[in-house]
């Protein structure tokens, strides 16, 4: 009887921790979201796709965007986080996944007019191939480390560095 209460215990304990609450960083999200928008002259009033906890997913999966096709014309247009992404990476780069998954979201609306109401979905490039996927999403990384570390904070590390060269440097003044 003890070990099935243990392993009663250890069931609920499991349950509870795939069942706490994420917080994703909004503000971040949102900045995204408008520059993507900008790369791809989607609508301004363009939503975001629903964005859910699951592990419902492919077991190496952390992150994915998903979207009805003939083949899977049931798929819900989402992206999908595994909640031990939330647990593993830091909030960098779980941003930076989300605007790699927005990316796509929106390339495949604009493939498909924009149009929110299709029942399924056509991907007409293969976006990890694509330039374009590629600028946008190298781009975000720049969007994101500059709302983390201002500018003044690189250029006081810029500063420190330059003051650690000249330290090093074998110059002298007559």
Same mark, same amino acid.
């Not at 900045?31 to 077991?59: C, S, V, Y």
């Not at 003939?70 to 780069?93: A, G, H, L, Q, S």
């Not at 480390?145 to 810029?158: G, M, P, T, V």
């Given at each position: 009887?003890?070990?099935?209460?243990?392993?009663?215990?250890?069931?609920?304990?499991?349950?509870?921790?795939?069942?706490?609450?994420?917080?994703?960083?909004?503000?971040?999200?949102?900045?995204? !979201?408008?520059?993507?928008? =900008?790369? $791809?002259?989607?609508?301004?009033? *363009?939503?975001?796709?629903?964005?859910?906890? %699951?592990?419902?997913?492919?077991?190496?999966?952390?992150?994915?965007?998903?979207?009805?096709?003939?083949?899977?014309?049931?798929?819900?247009?989402?992206?999908?986080?595994?909640?031990?992404?939330?647990?593993?990476?830091?909030?960098?780069?779980?941003? !930076?996944?989300?605007?790699? =998954?927005? $990316?796509?979201?929106?390339?495949? *609306?604009?493939?498909?007019?924009?149009?929110? %109401?299709?029942?399924?979905?056509?991907?007409?490039?293969?976006?990890?191939?694509?330039?374009?996927?590629?600028?946008?999403?190298?781009?975000?990384?720049?969007?994101?480390?500059?709302?983390?570390?201002?500018?003044?904070?690189?250029?006081?590390?810029?500063?420190?560095?330059?003051? =650690?060269?000249?330290?090093?440097?074998?110059?002298?003044?007559?």
């Amino acid at each position: 009887m003890r070990l099935v209460t243990m392993a009663f215990l250890f069931c609920l304990a499991s349950s509870i921790a795939y069942a706490q609450t994420y917080e994703l960083d909004w503000r971040v999200i949102n900045q995204e !979201w408008k520059f993507i928008k =900008e790369q $791809t002259g989607a609508p301004e009033e *363009l939503p975001l796709p629903p964005i859910i906890f %699951t592990t419902d997913m492919p077991p190496a999966a952390r992150m994915m965007f998903q979207y009805p096709t003939d083949d899977n014309p049931n798929d819900r247009m989402v992206i999908m986080i595994n909640p031990k992404t939330m647990e593993t990476y830091d909030r960098e780069m779980i941003d !930076w996944g989300l605007g790699h =998954e927005l $990316t796509h979201y929106a390339m495949i *609306l604009e493939e498909n007019a924009w149009d929110l %109401t299709k029942k399924t979905y056509v991907q007409e490039t293969r976006h990890h191939c694509n330039p374009r996927f590629m600028r946008i999403t190298r781009q975000i990384a720049d969007l994101i480390y500059n709302i983390y570390h201002d500018e003044r904070a690189k250029y006081q590390r810029s500063e420190e560095h330059t003051s =650690e060269l000249q330290s090093q440097s074998t110059i002298s003044y007559a």
